[in-house]
T-cell receptor, first 115, second 109 residues
Framework: ETGVTQTPRHLVMGMTNKKSLKCEQH?????MYWYKQSAKKPLELMFV???????ENNSVPSRFSPECPNSSHLFLHLHTLQPEDSALYLC??????????????FGPGTRLTVL | GQNIDQPTEMTATEGAIVQINCTYQ??????LFWYQQHAGEAPTFLSY??LDGLEEKGRFSSFLSRSKGYSYLLLKELQMKDSASYLC??????????WGAGTKLIIKP
């Protein structure tokens, strides 16, 4: 247990569906992240939140919409996804988004399949 | 552009030693991380290097040479449970983590 939980662990959705991924951290951290992990590719940073403010959005398509209602919770709302969006979506948290030693703690991920 | 290179896959024998290399080209450097990720699980932190040299932590050690843009993770006395992917990540001048694609380590009896 890393102190970061994600639900659901697995999700299958059609291209016209709307779904949400949830992440919760119990570590008292101020920064939270969404990553996309595809097979044999580097982790892709999607969004960074610091104290509930979005500080980074790496040109992610608008069909992915993040929400951070407080420093412990992070959501990723999904709509009209494409099959190439199928991947493992990882949530992480850290003390802050900056700082030289900034270990990130990861959740177990949501395995998303878009049909 | 920024780039992290590590081998895609390596195989080693239980009880042996294996070295996983990572080379990087990034805009600035604020430290290098190694993470372990078992299949279907979260990546977990292994080590952090910001100064040149070797950091030892039990059976695992991590080495950094900033002038060469090079690091390695050394795993000794390999156990079957060490079968996992090992991710190298560099923190750039903007404190963003740039990730390698990971090295899948297969341990054979």
């Amino acid at each position: 247990e890393t102190g970061v939980t994600q639900t659901p662990r697995h999700l299958v959705m059609g291209m016209t569906n709307k779904k949400s991924l949830k992440c919760e951290q119990h570590l008292g951290h101020n920064a939270m992240y969404w990553y996309k992990q595809s097979a044999k590719k580097p982790l892709e940073l999607m969004f960074v939140y610091s104290l509930e403010e979005r500080v980074e959005n790496n040109s992610v398509p608008s069909r992915f919409s993040p929400e951070c209602p407080n420093s412990s919770h992070l959501f990723l709302h999904l709509h009209t996804l494409q099959p190439e969006d199928s991947a493992l979506y990882l949530c992480a948290s850290s003390q802050s988004p900056n700082g030289q030693y900034n270990e990130q703690f990861f959740g177990p991920g949501t395995r998303l399949t878009v049909l | 552009g920024q780039n992290i290179d590590q081998p895609t896959e390596m195989t080693a024998t239980e009880g042996a030693i294996v070295q996983i290399n990572c080379t990087y080209q990034t805009s600035g450097f604020n430290g290098l991380f190694w993470y372990q990720q078992h299949a279907g699980e979260a990546p977990t932190f292994l080590s952090y290097n910001v100064l040149d040299g070797l950091e030892e932590k039990g059976r695992f050690s991590s080495f950094l040479s900033r002038s060469k843009g090079y690091s390695y993770l050394l795993l000794k006395e390999l156990q079957m449970k060490d079968s996992a992917s090992y991710l190298c990540a560099v923190m750039d001048s903007n404190y963003q983590l740039i990730w390698g694609a990971g090295t899948k380590l297969i341990i054979k009896p």
